[in-house]
């Protein structure tokens, strides 16, 4: 019987590591550049983390790895993380909570179960947590980052949606709706069911006022302003949403950055309360994030402002292009080497090693062809060959007279 991998899970093969790290090195380059520093996670994390502060909408919950931890140390129900925020928050209140600001990224896979098996049960994100700041400007560093990691990937045509989870909040409490209630219509947003609120019994107007906000598309600051003259003449708990969207759509605009107002495109979770970015190549997610002010009091730190941002790893591995692999597929060098003269192979792999090239020891079973050049230790004078590839040979005494071809 051949040996199956499980449903829902995938490999990685050589080719597919090589792409996976090229995306894990560019991101992890910008984090540093942008004055991120790295942090890491435990896989499993307990179950309450997830529930007690309703961090995760009714529906992500039904879909997660959960068990009793009977062996273990807790005897607690426990959970492959679901999320790769909500980990780190828990690590910066466990022991980073004094820094006044936290700035933080990571490369982690996340666990969701899909009960066909045909889609991906573990994901690979890479994402980064701005956490001591409040503003626009925090908001828009985390989405400039995400573009710049996008665009050193070279994954052009995308496309960046603006929503607001605290102008959505704002409407429903406006509205009337007590808070179980208005928890229910925000799960039923986030899980996409819009049609469904005509179930509430809310009255025609109500329903019309907030299916067109949640329906209002644009493309411009001004059109966040005009959200006003929609919601007016009664703007009571609507205007910080409105101001923030409009600091944060603004400065992306100043910037450059091309994105479009969708206040009905969050989904999944329920930590936000801000500004909220998603990030789309064609009508795939390929990343998104925004401000969760109120998750780190309501998992026992302190009131502390933060936002993330998060790239998918598996959706971005099939967009990279060819091209962005060229670095890594830079011409290599075998060296061949007798047995008398294997010391010496060996010795000279270790030096192409220190001054940058990617040297392979010929074992007797590496194809030629995937080489740029061939290099032989030879017994007696001259005591190396170089070859390229078009099978031009050049003769070398000395190792530094290796170099000095190898540089021509």
């Not at 910008?30 to 179950?47: D, F, H, I, Q, S």
């Not at 994402?127 to 665009?151: W, Y």
């Not at 509430?200 to 329903?207: A, F, M, V």
Request: charged share 25%.
């Amino acid at each position: 019987m051949k040996t199956q991998r499980c449903k829902g899970t995938r490999d990685l093969s050589p080719d597919e590591m090589a792409v996976f790290r090229l995306i894990e090195g560019v991101f992890r380059d910008a984090c540093l550049n942008w004055g991120y520093k790295e942090v890491r996670t435990p896989t499993m994390e307990y179950l309450h983390l997830f529930t007690s502060v309703g961090t995760l909408t009714p529906g992500m919950l039904e879909r997660v790895y959960s068990f009793l931890d009977w062996d273990g140390w807790s005897g607690e129900r426990v959970v492959l993380r679901p999320d790769g925020t909500i980990p780190v928050v828990r690590l910066y209140i466990d022991s980073l909570e004094k820094e006044k600001l936290a700035k933080l990224f990571y490369v982690a896979n996340t666990f969701i179960f899909e009960s066909t098996g045909e889609k991906t049960r573990e994901r690979w994100q890479c994402g980064a947590e701005l956490i001591g700041v409040s503003s626009p400007s925090a908001d828009v560093e985390l989405v400039m980052m995400a573009l710049e990691v996008l665009q050193r990937l070279r994954i052009d045509g995308v496309k960046l949606k603006l929503s607001h989870a605290g102008l959505i909040r704002a409407l429903l409490a406006r509205l009337g709706l007590s808070s179980e209630e208005q928890a229910k219509v925000f799960d039923r947003i986030l899980d996409g069911n819009i049609k469904e609120l005509s179930e509430l019994g809310l009255d025609r107007t109500e329903l019309e006022t907030l299916s067109a906000l949640l329906g209002l598309k644009g493309k411009s600051a001004t059109f966040v302003k005009s959200l006003k003259a929609l919601l007016a003449p009664d703007l009571a708990g609507l205007q910080p949403g409105i101001d923030d969207l409009v600091g944060v759509a603004g400065l992306l605009e100043a910037l450059g950055a091309d994105y479009q107002i969708d206040l009905a495109s969050v989904r999944d979770f329920e930590y936000y309360t801000g500004a909220i970015f998603q990030l789309f190549k064609g009508k795939g997610k390929i990343g998104g994030g925004g401000r969760y002010d109120a998750l780190i009091p309501l998992m026992g730190g302190k009131d502390t402002p933060a936002s993330g941002a998060a790239l998918y790893i598996d959706r971005l591995m099939g967009l990279v292009k060819p091209e962005s692999l060229a670095e890594l597929k830079a011409p290599k060098i075998l060296v061949r080497a007798k047995p008398e003269t294997a010391k010496e192979g060996f010795s000279l792999v270790a030096r192409l090693h220190k001054v940058g090239y990617r040297t392979e020891f010929n074992l007797g079973a590496q194809k030629v062809a995937g080489f740029g050049w061939t290099l032989d230790v030879q017994s007696k004078a001259p005591k190396f060959i170089l070859t390229d590839r078009a099978k031009k040979k050049f003769e070398a005494q000395t190792i530094s007279e290796v170099l000095k071809l190898l540089a021509k």
